[in-house]
């Protein structure tokens, strides 16, 4: 097991959880639009660090962005295997491609 498919296990779990002793459980009972709006704020906080050049500091943002996408995922119980499984769909098939395809 990866460590970020032990994460997604343990998001999933603290979806039942009290939201005054799990931060995940908290944003999870603000519902899909505040997580959403949390994964939004880490992502920009990512790209500034990408834009800066601090290696550290992007690896860690990118650790939140991470988190963030799988709570806002859980938040409409999307699943990181749900997710693999489409990445796996799409594996071999030229970006291009499977950008034209969605977009036409």
Known sequence: MTPLDR??????????????????????AGGP???ARKFGEEALEAIVEAVRGDRARLT???A?????????LAARDVTLADVL???????????LAE???RDG
């Open 99 to 101: 950008k034209a395809a």
């Open 33 to 35: 639009e505040k997580c």
């Open 64 to 72: 939140d962005v991470l988190y963030h996408l799988l709570v806002m």
């Open 7 to 28: 994460l997604a296990a343990t998001i999933a779990a603290r979806k039942t959880a009290d939201p005054d002793t799990s931060w995940t459980a908290k944003l999870l």
């Open 85 to 95: 499984a489409e990445l796996e769909r799409r594996e071999g098939t030229s970006g």
């Open 60 to 62: 860690a943002e990118a």
